[in-house]
């Protein structure tokens, strides 16, 4: 008998075909959306380039050895940019507001593959292996006392600061004070850290009670790559992440951080090939997933020196304590195109 319920049936039968149709179309759209954004992440990179003229530091004359930030105001430069004519034509502002208009000036204008920020990069206070180096030598510290937790009397396995660490971040600490207030200087917006105790201590110390704006709070994010020449010296062999977090609980760690150092090797020292690709990497994931001009790394005297030659900035080797702004030009490009030498 051919009832409604057979009447019906070829129509049910149609939707069910069109709803598989509908599903089948939208789940290609969806694979190859996911496939091509996949492509353009993977066939994409950063170039980095420091632009000179705004920092000391920038300078071939200037002297790292001696160089000391405090007194010259971070090492800004006193110059004027082109902004100033209609920011501060009466020049009421200060060296820093000036700067902090230039660099705004810059990302508005900017292509979208352009991005303008500044790094200011700061190395941890003196540790207890920095006293143990000098009082061994370094081929000896080398050789044979890096390799081991510490002496009769001092551990330096994940080196804690000395006294003299601990007033050299306080300095530090007092000059930010002093700068924010005085000079308006931007505060850093996001701050990243080592995760050896003495870089975690040190940035703990420094941006202590500082006048924050409520929606920039210091809340650092621990960075696995942010650490130092990795391997053979126990000073770098970080300890567990549990310790860590009782230490320093308001810091963050970064997706993935495990708890024990998977990275740290007792046999292999990290070359500087190695070690520049690593920092490469730190500094690509901070370029790509974050949106602030103004950014703070507390690291060490190896990892710097990598970040630097990666930023295309001269050599300029921190002394313990010390801060090295740099104002750096992004470019990100499909790696099949080479890069270009037209500013933005």
């Known amino acids: 008998m051919y009832t409604r319920q057979n009447r019906l049936r070829p129509w049910t039968s149609l939707c069910k075909i069109e709803v598989f149709v509908v599903c089948l179309f939208l789940g290609t759209v969806l694979y190859f959306l996911m496939v091509f954004s996949g492509r353009e992440a993977r066939s994409s990179r950063i170039k980095y380039t420091t632009l000179t003229g705004f920092f000391l530091q920038d300078e ?56 303008y920020k500044i790094l200011y990069i700061g190395r941890h206070g003196e540790g207890v292996h920095n006293v143990a180096e000098d009082f061994y030598g370094t081929l000896a510290w080398d050789a044979y006392w890096s390799k081991l937790d510490g002496n009769d009397t ?36 996001k701050y990243y850290t080592s995760p050896l105790h003495r870089c975690l201590a040190t940035a703990n110390i420094t941006f202590s009670e500082l006048e924050l704006p409520d929606t920039q709070p210091f809340i650092p994010e621990v960075k696995e790559f942010l650490r130092e020449v990795n391997g053979v010296h126990t000073c770098d062999r970080r300890s567990n992440k549990n310790y860590l977090h009782s230490e320093f609980p308001p810091y963050v760690f970064e997706p993935g951080f495990a708890e024990n150092d998977e990275l740290w090797s007792p046999d292999v020292r990290e070359s500087d090939p190695d070690l520049d690709a690593r920092l490469k990497k730190l500094l690509d994931d901070v370029f790509t997933r974050d949106s602030s001009s103004y950014i703070s790394f507390t690291s060490h005297s190896g990892a710097i020196s990598a970040l630097l030659r990666d930023l295309g900035h001269r050599p300029f080797r921190l002394q313990t304590g010390g801060v090295i702004p740099v104002l750096v030009k992004a470019e990100t490009f499909p790696v099949s195109s080479s890069p270009t030498s037209i500013a933005a």
């Open 60 to 115: 071939p004359g200037t002297d790292p050895s001696t160089f000391d930030y405090t007194a010259v105001n971070f090492g800004l430069i006193n110059r004027t940019y082109d902004t100033d004519a209609q920011y501060d034509p009466e020049r009421k502002k200060t060296q820093w507001q000036r700067f902090d208009r230039q660099v705004s000036q810059l990302n508005l204008q900017s292509a979208d593959n352009f991005q």
């Open 154 to 189: 001092v551990t330096w396995a994940d080196a804690h600061l000395t006294d003299k660490g601990i007033q050299q971040a306080q300095i530090a600490n007092k000059f930010w004070k002093a700068e924010i207030t005085t000079q308006k200087t931007p505060a850093p917006q």
